[in-house]
Nanobody
């Protein structure tokens, strides 16, 4: 079993920044692809960012490209999402997700929540105008 615990959410004014963290523990002997998703009330879960096992490949939708950055630490125990220039429409519950694979999937499969094996509980991000 793999446990994911997100933190770092909060209330921020438009234009501000937050950094989310996802601590990965458990059976992590296998390589994994890590991703962030978000879900606002009344909306479907939305892909935000993904990073390959080695960290050299990343992917973002146009809605966050240039503003958000996904990264992972050297020990590969923590995944981060740096969020800059936040907008009210970024308000959502943000989830960390992991797929136990060394292969970085091609799009659009990368964006499919069903691809991911484990999920965190989420951390709330609220951006005020």
């Amino acid at each position: 079993q793999v446990l994911l615990v997100e933190s770092g959410g909060g209330l921020v004014q438009a234009g501000g920044s937050l950094r989310l963290s996802c601590v990965v523990s458990g059976r992590t002997s296998s390589s994994y692809v890590a991703a962030w998703f978000r879900q606002a009330p009344g909306k479907e879960r939305e892909f935000v960012a993904a990073i390959s096992w080695g960290g050299s490949r990343t992917n973002y939708p146009n809605s966050v490209k240039g503003r958000f950055t996904i990264s992972r630490d050297g020990a590969k125990t923590t995944v981060y999402l740096q969020m800059n220039s936040l907008k009210p429409e970024d308000t959502a519950l943000y989830y960390c997700a992991v797929r136990l694979s060394s292969v970085f999937p091609a799009t659009p499969r990368l964006y499919d929540p069903r691809l991911y094996d484990f999920w965190g509980q989420g951390t709330q991000v609220t951006v005020s105008s």
